[in-house]
């Protein structure tokens, strides 16, 4: 394998949204390239103080989404970036959490949650632990950077889209050994809450 636990591995973000365009629009290779050249100028108004390259990433996101309400109307677009970014964020997130180069336990799930929170596209967020135990691990996310970009794009409704990539994650990660909850409904930033409440439970302690 040419990966391991230090040099993880990068999925193709780009072939899985090529994957998922195909789905549902004619020419999603036409649609991509004029997306990416269009993109130079969307990109040249972004002033925000946050990495070059996940304003990049992120912000690419966004303009295919806006793009694509132009073209097909904002809720059939949302659908799309929403399977996309699902389907996309699940892969970058079990290599974060290595589950191919490690044994998955609430332990290491633990651990490298912390890990990616410090060298991920996470690693500008605000996170606060409140509760690490054998059977409970639970943290606060204060800030969110992903929020702060897609507000300040106008387009904060993929905040939410991002955060369904936690429970895509975490509850897959151990399927009826690990739960992942938020302590009620609408415990998010974009939905309104100072944090975002992550709770992590191993019923099997």
Known sequence: MKTNTDNIAKPAVSLI???????????????L???????????????????RDFVDT???IAWIYIRLKEKIGQEKAYEIIRATILTSGLAVQQANFRNVEENRSFKNLIKY?????????????????IEQTESKYEFHVTRCVFYELFT???????????????????????????IFHRNGLNNTIPQG?????????????
């Open 33 to 51: 390239i004029k997306s990416k050249i269009s993109f130079k100028k969307f990109r040249k108004n972004i002033v925000l103080d946050l990495p």
């Open 152 to 178: 300040y794009l106008k387009v904060p409704e993929l905040t939410l889209i991002m955060c369904s990539i936690d429970n895509a994650i975490f509850n897959t990660y151990l399927p009826e050994k690990i």
């Open 193 to 205: 809450k100072k944090y975002c409440e992550f709770v992590v439970e191993n019923i099997n302690a």
């Open 17 to 31: 949204l090529l994957g998922v365009l195909k789905g549902y629009i004619k020419n999603p290779i036409g649609f």
């Open 113 to 129: 949650q912390q890990r990616a929170n410090n060298e991920g596209s996470t690693k500008l967020n605000t996170m606060k632990i």
């Open 58 to 60: 992120t912000a690419f």
